[in-house]
């Protein structure tokens, strides 16, 4: 797992009831060489100063010489809230600290979101957003990776780890998989966590793919950003895996991704996953239009086609955000000022637009280079745009060579190993097509 360096440790007390928590507690600690002993137990006693503690702790006002910053974030280990109906914690949170939010105590408490649909057709059709209905599974909250483009990367106080993943299995995922006939390729990223970050030690994706392999058509994506991959080679089903990596040029990294390392390690971790029979992928996404972002990308996507031979390449330009949004993010001095400037001037056309803050105009401009830059390299392999809006995909299809109402992406649900789509007579379509028939 990373060489995090987390500020402090805490492991909420029921955790410790649990023998196979407290195995894989001890595992991750031992990696992290953390003594036990240095681990504070949360009770409901000491919760309130628990969370004071929680709310000072980050950011760091200092960073020892050699450390990167974000890994530096502390982490709570806890157990998922697997019941019917999730325990009230009102009255603990008014005794907390005034102001704490309730997110706080659902994070410590293991109440996260167990399962997703994602992108169902009617809330795509409704946000103008081209993608796949998936099912996402997920077992913490937060990322020790720090990216500036992502709330919890920027933000998060602390890191939650849920350690009952075997009940997980059994509760959530056998079921959900026995649920969705439709959904051969499951999803395992929530709550903006990059969980092969933790592994091997963490053992989710062992108990993940060997729940995968009890059921004859079903398959996982790992989506990262990450270089954490030798250990992929000791899992026995590791053919229930699919790579998808979301990748960045390396200004990218190095300005906006601090805690990734640099962008041709993704690179070179697909190499070694393709070397190990995974298929992979990728997707830039976010694309920021940083300074030079012509050449950047250029040798990047250079870089990749002469190391690996991926599936498919995605495209998303940083969206999802305002002007403001972004000006709060980044410094605006990193970015193209003809980019800039372009958002700058469609303020007002963007406005409650998901694919904001850059205009169509530019969005494409971009898009256009890129492809181009793919297909100097690689003529065959599969092109697309991720939660793009249909205009876009319209005016870009031919370039792409793809259909949009029925395209292979890095991530989909259907999207099986062997660039196929496991399409089935109820669900034949992309969300760019009104209905799911």
Request: aromatic share 10%; net charge negative.
């Amino acid at each position: 797992m990373y060489p995090l360096t987390p500020l402090r440790v805490y492991v909420l007390d029921r955790v410790l009831d649990d023998p196979a928590c407290v195995v894989r507690l001890r595992r991750i600690l031992q990696a992290l060489g953390i003594p036990q002993g240095q681990v504070t137990c949360i009770t409901e006693a000491n919760l309130p100063d628990v969370v004071q503690e929680l709310h000072t702790l980050w950011p760091p006002a200092v960073v020892p010489e050699g450390q990167v910053r974000t890994f530096m974030r502390p982490l709570v280990f806890t157990t998922m809230d697997l019941e019917y109906r999730w325990r009230d914690l009102q009255p603990l949170l008014d005794r907390c600290p005034p102001g704490t939010p309730a997110s706080v105590l659902e994070n410590i408490f293991g109440q996260f979101t167990t399962a997703i649909d994602l992108h169902p057709h009617v809330i795509d059709q409704r946000n103008n957003s081209v993608c796949w209905p998936t099912i996402n599974f997920g077992t913490m909250t937060g990322c020790p990776h720090g990216c500036l483009y992502c709330g919890d990367g920027r933000e998060g106080k602390f890191i939650s780890i849920a350690l009952n993943l075997e009940d997980y299995m059994e509760k959530v995922v056998k079921p959900t998989i026995e649920l969705y006939p439709w959904n051969k390729v499951f999803r395992m990223i929530l709550n903006g966590a990059d969980l092969i970050a933790f592994e091997p030690e963490y053992g989710l994706f062992d108990l993940f793919t060997r729940t995968l392999a009890q059921y004859e058509d079903r398959w996982g994506h790992f989506h990262t950003t990450s270089w954490n991959v030798d250990w992929l080679a000791e899992l026995e089903h590791r053919d229930r895996l699919i790579g998808v990596w979301t990748t960045n040029c390396e200004a990218g990294a190095r300005d906006f991704e601090p805690g990734t390392g640099h962008a041709i390690d993704r690179i070179e971790a697909a190499r070694k996953c393709q070397a190990m029979g995974i298929p992979v992928r990728f997707k830039f996404k976010p694309i920021i239009p940083m300074r030079n972002w012509r050449e950047e990308y250029a040798t990047i996507i250079a870089q990749m086609l002469q190391r690996t031979q991926p599936e498919s390449i995605g495209f998303c330009l940083y969206i999802w955000n305002s002007l403001e949004s972004m000006t709060q993010s980044f410094n605006l001095d990193l970015l193209d000022p003809d980019c800039l400037q372009a958002a700058r001037d469609a303020v007002g056309e963007m406005q409650d637009q998901r694919q904001s803050p850059f205009p169509h105009r530019v969005r494409k401009e971009i898009y256009q280079h890129l492809i181009r830059e793919v297909r100097r390299w690689d003529h065959e392999v599969l092109l697309y745009l991720s939660t793009e809006t249909r205009e876009m995909w319209d005016e870009l299809k031919d370039e792409l060579g793809q259909d949009p109402r029925c395209y292979i992406c890095g991530c989909s649900s259907v999207a099986v190993p062997g660039r196929r789509l496991a399409l089935s007579p109820a669900f034949r379509y992309s969300t760019y097509h009104p209905s799911p028939i």
